[in-house]
Nanobody
């Protein structure tokens, strides 16, 4: 199994910055893609940004130019640098990983962290 642990959430003023971090742990697995999703009450969980093991990135239109995703394949971590934060960025942010267990290399699974709250308010 793969476990994801997020950190870095909190309260920040509009226009401020936060950096979210996520680390994947477990034995004998390979990650193909990691990303960040966010969810607010009554709304679905939406993709914020993702990055493949090869470094290809994808961003939601609402965060382009403000957020930057990065990863370290060796350390199995993914970060989300969030700048110029807006109140509408307030949400629970979840780390996601697409990974395969070495024991089951043909079966890709999606793993989720516990979520971290980001609140943008003055």
């Amino acid at each position: 199994q793969v476990q994801l642990v997020e950190s870095g959430g909190g309260l920040v003023q509009p226009g401020g910055s936060l950096r979210l971090s996520c680390v994947a742990s477990g034995s004998s697995f390979r990650i193909s893609r990691m990303g960040w999703y966010r969810q607010t009450p009554g709304k679905p969980r939406d993709l914020v940004a993702s990055i493949t093991s090869g470094g290809n990135t994808n961003y939601a239109d609402s965060v382009k130019g403000r957020f930057t995703i990065s990863s370290d394949n060796a350390k199995k971590t993914v970060d989300l640098q969030m700048n110029s934060l807006k109140p509408e960025d307030t949400a629970v942010y979840y780390c996601n990983s697409r990974a395969t267990l070495n024991a089951e290399p043909r079966y890709e699974r999606h793993y989720w962290g516990q979520g971290t709250q980001v609140t943008v308010s003055s």
